[in-house]
């Protein structure tokens, strides 16, 4: 949550968003897999973990909720941070952000 701009203007940083991807069995980790599970541990979690439980509803890929638009500053652009890093390009641009 250090990373994420709604919770430094709070000053509410401790916490995390863990995304969980399984293999799909024809495409793999493509789009960064399935999203199977999800873990959310801050302040006003009841903004995040919606999303995540729409996207294992619909059996939808992880790279997903980081093509979704959110909104900004917002607590729920942790979740876009934690997808983002299940890609390569994604992982180097939120380690520089800090």
Do not use: W
């Not at 000053?11 to 999800?38: D, I």
């Not at 909104?71 to 390009?89: I, K, R, T």
């Amino acid at each position: 949550m250090s990373r994420v701009d709604r919770a430094r203007i709070e000053e509410r940083t401790v916490g995390f968003v863990k995304l969980v991807t399984a293999r799909r069995r024809v495409l793999g980790r493509v789009g960064g897999g399935e999203l199977v599970g999800a873990r959310t541990v801050a302040p006003r979690v009841g903004e995040l973990i919606h999303e995540c439980a729409l996207a294992m509803q619909t059996r939808c890929f992880a790279g997903r909720l980081t093509q979704t638009i959110h909104a900004y500053p917002a607590m729920s652009m942790a979740v876009e941070q934690a997808g983002a890093q299940l890609f390569p390009l994604g992982r180097q641009l939120v380690e520089n952000d800090q």
